[in-house]
């Protein structure tokens, strides 16, 4: 009985680690391995024995006789992969190498800004080492996992079992959090440098690219970022005003958060109830009138930026209609996100005029958002006729022929981009901190998007983050300074910022959130206010805040 993965990979690589006949692949060291969308299993090898289901932190690998429906394309994926592995030449399973030791005898002392998946493996990597004995993680909210908790969709609850493996570095010796303390503001780089041997800022790309066509500032037109930490709960976006009183929204851009935002708008309310979306956000989409969500892509499906595992959920929904528009001669490669959409495109809607759909529209792009009355009403659009360079890459060029598509909402998702850090350098063409190997300076490094832009997966950190560690490690090795101030910096943390939340703030909160969801019979119920934050990671298990009806 093989088994299969059914989703995008944390690159954990403990499925790898524990197979016994090396049958899952790319293996670390092996290519692709960081830039796969997931890792897949050898049907010919696997004996069955179920020890990666039991590796594996985020239970995404199943037996093949246990795949739902919608979770079928997997084993086609999965042949496609082993249809051209190498199987002749496979190298065996590598062996560990043995521990670095730093030359140091002085106790190191490292910071960490940014409480996401890049900072966590950051801090994960640097604690594998006894020399370094403490590592603090700092982040300006007052709750860790960055878009795990704020950028994850709700009802993919899977991946965001990766925090069970956050869990588990939390609770190294040596790990403390700063939690509710912004570096910039509360402290400056200055301070961090004096009190540690290194800091590493893994603080990702929280903004997002902008479309530069006429209307975008119109009220009604939203950044993917935005909505997105809209019904994640993000304290900065509870606020965030987003119409949903007309039957249309439009999503511009074909990626992953693209069709995470689509989904999340055209999904059951009472589906949705059963996640861990923010309780306003579900609310408003109970009383939605959007009956429809168009997914621009500007040019056509073989280009399309959406992974094959996100399309296979897309394409499995149960209570979502999702149509293709796409010239059928875009339709026809032999890979399988062509035969996915190609499927797609063949079939027959429900027919049910109640039920939501998704459509994935192809060779088109915005030109300009539309307003009357001083908000969003529609978007007028410019079909493209794809064009194939001699390089063989795929560009959109757009025609005379233009439409006018209504819509209430309009959300760009083209991609996120990072802002400045105060106190590093910044080159804006790339969205990054200019970095070697994540060495900005020797004791300043960075992980994650503001080192590498936003590209890759949730895993994809883990790599990054191992790659500047040994970065960092080099320069110990070589001579870094000592701090000039060698008192824990607890106690000056205190006093710029006396409300600083730590680890068990964080578990009690979190515990809080876990037992208001157990009462309405959800996963949890997110508290999004920063200052209800605060009380709730006070509140001793047997004093219970009053839960909102």
């Not at 499925?15 to 049958?23: D, L």
């Not at 902008?210 to 119109?218: F, H, K, N, R, V």
């Amino acid at each position: 009985m093989p088994y299969v993965i059914t989703q995008s990979c944390c690159a954990d690589a403990s499925c790898v680690v524990a197979c016994p006949v090396n049958c899952i692949h790319p293996a670390p060291g092996e290519p692709g391995f960081a830039e796969a969308e997931m890792l897949y299993v050898d049907p010919d090898s696997c004996v069955g024995c179920g020890a990666c289901v039991t590796a594996c932190p985020v239970g995404a690998i199943v037996p093949d006789t246990k795949l739902t429906p919608a979770q079928q394309p997997f084993l086609a994926l999965n042949a496609d992969y082993y249809a051209t592995f190498p199987h002749a030449d496979r190298a065996p399973v590598a062996t560990v190498p043995a521990q670095r030791r730093l030359r140091t005898a002085t106790p190191v002392r490292v910071a960490v800004v940014g409480a996401g998946p890049a900072g966590l493996y950051t801090a994960d990597e640097l604690l594998r080492h006894p020399e370094v004995e403490a590592v603090d993680v700092y982040d300006r909210l007052r709750t860790p996992y960055g878009l795990v908790r704020h950028g994850v969709a709700p009802d993919h609850a899977s991946t965001k079992r990766v925090t069970e493996l956050f869990g588990a570095i939390e609770q190294q010796p040596g790990f403390r959090y700063f939690l509710g303390v912004d570096v910039g503001t509360d402290l400056t780089l200055a301070d961090l440098r004096s009190r540690y041997h290194a800091v590493v800022h893994a603080v990702g790309a929280s903004a997002d690219r902008q479309l530069a066509i006429p209307g975008e500032d119109l009220p009604g037109s939203l950044a993917a970022t935005d909505v997105v930490g809209w019904y994640n709960g993000h304290p900065g976006r509870r606020d965030l005003d987003v119409p949903l009183d007309h039957e249309r929204a439009v999503v511009v851009g074909n990626g992953n958060v693209a069709l995470d935002v689509a989904r999340m708008l055209t999904r059951d309310p009472d589906v949705l109830a059963r996640t861990d979306v923010a309780p306003g956000p579900l609310a408003a989409l109970r009383s939605s009138a959007v009956r429809e969500v168009v997914v621009l892509g500007r040019r056509g499906p073989a280009q399309s930026a959406f992974t094959v595992p996100e399309l296979i959920g897309l394409a499995g929904l149960s209570d979502v209609d999702v149509v293709v528009h796409a010239d059928p001669a875009t339709l026809t490669g032999s890979d399988q996100r062509s035969r996915l959409l190609a499927e797609l495109a063949a079939r027959t809607t429900s027919g049910d005029p109640g039920r939501r759909r998704i459509v994935l529209a192809f060779a088109t792009s915005p030109v300009e958002v539309l307003g009357r009355d001083g908000r969003v009403s529609g978007v007028r659009l410019v079909r493209n006729d794809l064009v194939t360079g001699p390089d063989g890459s795929v560009r959109a060029e757009p025609t005379d022929e233009q439409s006018t598509l209504e819509a209430g909402l309009v959300v760009r998702s083209v991609g996120h981009s990072a802002t400045p850090v105060s106190g590093l350098p910044f080159d804006p063409v790339t969205s990054t901190v200019p970095n070697t190997a994540g060495r900005v300076e020797p004791g300043l490094y960075v992980a994650g998007w503001i080192k590498r832009g936003p590209v890759g997966f949730i895993g994809t950190n883990k790599t990054c983050a191992q790659e500047t560690v040994d970065t960092l490690l080099d320069d110990l090795d070589a001579g870094l300074p000592e701090p000039v101030i060698t008192t824990d910096p607890a106690g000056f943390v205190r006093e710029r910022r006396p409300d600083v939340s730590g680890l068990d703030d964080w578990r009690v909160l979190d515990a809080e959130e876990r037992a208001r969801g157990a009462l309405v019979g959800r996963p949890r119920l997110k508290i999004t206010d920063p200052e209800e934050q605060a009380l709730a990671g006070r509140l001793r298990p047997r004093r219970r805040l009053r839960v909102p009806t």
